[in-house]
């Protein structure tokens, strides 16, 4: 609920081919409205939806491409290499986690990269009886 809501807001959302992959063709946010970017080496790939962008850009290409057709914001869905090349640009502002009230012992890491950051908590919601997001700013200084 929490993460189609954010896709709603930006009109903007960025993913990687293997979350495109698990999500297309039916659970994809942004139903032919806004921009879905999504980061492939295969650029020939087609989708059943019109407003999908298959690129090999550079995550500061992208965001000038979204800047270009109007967008102000763009959310980062995942999965690891997508977000941590966003990271790695320094282009992430805001960081949303969604603790989903699940334990399991194994798993992906939200990044690959040696990172030490400190977070400045910017608000809490209650998404339902057993989940909260937590919103951060993620600027490096
Ligand atoms: N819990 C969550 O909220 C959440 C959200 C999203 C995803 N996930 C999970 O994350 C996993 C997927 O993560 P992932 O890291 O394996 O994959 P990913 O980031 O979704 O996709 C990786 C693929 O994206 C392309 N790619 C990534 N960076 C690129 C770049 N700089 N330039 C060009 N292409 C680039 C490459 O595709 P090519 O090989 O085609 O070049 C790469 O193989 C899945 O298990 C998914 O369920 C979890």
Known sequence: MGFMSICQRTKAVIMGKTTYN???PDHLPL???GS???LTHDTSMKSPQANVLFTDKKPREILSLLKARGHTEAVI???TATVD???KAGLVDELILVVEPVLFGKGLPLLNQDLDRRLVLLD???VNQNTVQ???SCSSS
């Open 36 to 38: 879905l970017v999504v």
């Open 134 to 136: 937590l919103q951060y």
């Open 77 to 79: 869905i995942g999965g």
């Open 31 to 33: 139903k032919d409205d």
């Open 124 to 126: 809490v919601k209650k």
């Open 22 to 24: 698990i999500l297309a």
């Open 85 to 87: 090349a966003f990271m």
